[in-house]
């Protein structure tokens, strides 16, 4: 877990961040004990907005998340929330992704997902990821797609329930979703899923992995921000 960390850049940014932010606490405190004068503490106050912004910046690269607050709705179909599973937890569940790079093909965990799998399949049947690109990727971490407005906050209108109980291995098929600190609750994206490009063991317990590809792996490591999602269709067998 702490190797998976320290061999990520954007892991070590945040840390760099935050060492940065401690050393201005630790030279304000100092300066008013040696001076006892405020004047320095006013200059970083007026600081202090600018570093709090790199830093949540930075630390928004580190996981695969959507920007914060409701998801946008922006197709002219109108999309529901599903309330409960609709799929038959004895059949094997696949999913075909259909991209400007090639195919993608990954198992679904009907078992341990079966809200996730009901809603990606429902998008999948009525056309959502259609023409949609991977509007995020992130070298030696994700790709991620599923955006109709390619910025991080668009989706069907809706998040789903959290069902974290698998592993993020190479090739994780999972949903990104809102920080903790405005959804404690760990809902997930409704539509926007990401493909880890290594196993990211930090993401465990965080997110819900809802599938694994186990065809086009080569696919994925190919993909640049922009590809296109063609198509994706679920089947069971």
Sequence with gaps: MVFEKVHNPLYLLVEYSKLIFKLISETISDYQVATGRGNMKKIILLALPVMMMFCSIANAGTKPGTTPGKETKMTTKTWAEPKAANVDVNKRYTALIKTSKGDIICDLFVKDAPLSVTNFKYLADGGFYNGLTFHRVVPNFVVQGGDPTATGSGGPGYTIPAEVKKPHP???????????????????????????????????????????????LDVVEKITQGDKIESVTVKAE
């Design 170 to 216: 190479k090739g994780a098929l999972a949903w990104a979703r809102t920080g903790d600190e405005v959804n404690p609750q760990r809902r997930s994206s409704g539509s926007q899923f990401y493909i880890t490009l290594e196993a990211t063991p930090f993401l465990d317990d965080q997110y819900t992995v809802f599938g694994q590809t186990i065809k086009g």
